[in-house]
């Protein structure tokens, strides 16, 4: 060891000593001491530290992105960083169910005690809301007044400050707009996805209609679905009625960068866009295990506390499960599947793109 370099011990570089002792029942400070209130501390502290962890991702991720140009290299950085992040909220995730092994009996014995304390106020968790890119315009009302209200002014401040800052989500699309194989030579990926798309429903069409196995009832319901399923591909493929959309806020991502993260995933199979479809399916994935976080979330509540008000003034599991469908995210990446079409329907790339997409050792 270099004489330079101290001791490090284990306790002394952990700070046990802070973290052990950031533990203080409230129940024993004004009676009898609840024995699970030491779980539900515990389990929110870890919470907190693993929000802490997930912040420092989020910045790395969102370095990386504000570049000009991303290279593979960079790309790796940001796929394994979700990815770490994925795992992080798995963790969380499970920890709901440390929570359950308490009865509501139980929950019940220092409850009282924590009012006004709430979710609401953990900044932390709404930093990573917000620099993924969830938009306050997006919450339950509830969860909007809750941002203002329930905050210390420096935490407020913090939070409405980095809300001007591009998000993950903003940045992603920004990338997404820059990707150069949209139009390649005399090749134009949405002309021929919408001929293609357009020759596929015609064929759907006259499947339903000279299906003679089906009762004209069935057959009136899969021609209505039919004609929902035309009107989402006729969207992504006007650029005008897209524009229109967009301008309303039912899509966050530019008419470019959907089409973009469509080619990406329609031809993920070509090595040069293996990565960016596996980035792209990873912010799904995570989107995915916060709404499943949050869902778990609201069932634990409506199980400890049936219809009660929560100890911040919500309407409890109601609210919980109404950010569940709410407050999601990537949106527009979650729902590309709605245009998918079969990999033998797949506008054909000329030559010249397709040695662009791949490479020989």
């Keep these: 060891?270099?004489?330079?370099?101290?001791?490090?011990?284990?306790?002394?570089?952990?700070?046990?000593?802070?973290?052990?002792?950031?533990?203080?029942?409230?129940?024993?400070?004004?009676?009898?001491?609840?024995?699970?209130?030491?779980?539900?501390?515990?389990?929110?502290q870890a919470y907190e530290i693993w929000f802490k962890q997930i912040r420092e991702e989020i910045y790395l991720l969102k370095n990386v992105l504000e570049k000009d140009e991303l290279d593979a290299l960079d790309l790796d950085i940001c796929l394994k960083t979700v990815e770490r992040v994925i795992t992080i909220q798995k963790v969380l995730n499970e920890q709901i169910r440390i929570i359950e092994t308490m009865t509501p009996q139980?929950?019940?014995?220092?409850?009282?005690?924590?009012?006004?304390?709430?979710?609401?106020?953990?900044?932390?968790?709404?930093?990573?809301?917000?620099?993924l890119g969830l938009k306050e315009n997006k919450r339950v009302k509830f969860d909007k007044k809750s941002f203002a209200m329930r905050l210390e002014d420096k935490e407020r401040d913090y939070l409405l400050n980095i809300q001007k800052e591009p998000s993950i989500y903003e940045l992603?699309?920004?990338?997404?707009?820059?990707?150069?194989?949209?139009?390649?030579?005399?090749?134009?990926?949405?002309?021929e996805f919408s001929k293609q798309t357009q020759s596929m429903l015609k064929e759907d069409e006259n499947i339903i209609k000279s299906n003679q196995s089906i009762s004209e009832e069935e057959r009136e319901?899969?021609?209505?679905?039919?004609?929902?399923?035309?009107?989402?591909?006729?969207?992504?493929?006007?650029?005008?009625?897209?524009?229109?959309?967009f301008s309303q806020g039912k899509f966050d991502l530019s008419h470019r960068a959907l089409l973009s993260a469509l080619f990406i995933k329609l031809y993920s199979k070509y090595p040069i866009l293996n990565l960016p479809g596996r980035l792209l399916e990873s912010l799904v994935t995570l989107d995915e295990l916060i709404s499943t976080w949050r869902y778990t979330h609201f069932l634990m509540v409506n199980?400890?506390?049936?219809?009660?008000?929560?100890?911040?003034?919500s309407s409890g599991h109601a609210y919980l499960l109404a950010t569940t469908r709410a407050n999601r995210i990537f949106n527009d990446l979650f729902n590309i599947s709605t245009y998918l079409i079969p990999e033998d329907r797949l506008p054909n790339l000329p030559d010249s793109l397709v040695s662009n997409l791949t490479y020989k050792a």
């Excluded at 929950?107 to 620099?131: C, D, H």
């Excluded at 990707?179 to 949405?190: A, G, K, Q």
Aim: glycine share 6%; aromatic share 16%.
């Design 106 to 131: 139980s929950f019940l014995t220092f409850r009282n005690y924590l009012v006004p304390a709430s979710g609401f106020q953990s900044w932390q968790f709404r930093e990573i809301e917000i620099r």
């Design 172 to 191: 992603v699309g920004k990338w997404l707009e820059r990707i150069p194989f949209l139009e390649f030579e005399n090749f134009s990926f949405w002309e």
């Design 303 to 313: 199980r400890m506390l049936g219809k009660k008000i929560g100890t911040g003034g």
């Design 1 to 44: 060891m270099s004489e330079k370099i101290t001791p490090c011990y284990y306790p002394d570089y952990l700070q046990l000593d802070k973290i052990l002792g950031a533990q203080e029942l409230k129940s024993e400070k004004y009676g009898k001491k609840a024995h699970d209130e030491m779980l539900f501390i515990i389990t929110h």
């Design 221 to 245: 319901l899969q021609l209505a679905n039919l004609i929902s399923t035309q009107v989402s591909f006729s969207i992504i493929t006007d650029k005008e009625k897209y524009a229109e959309l």
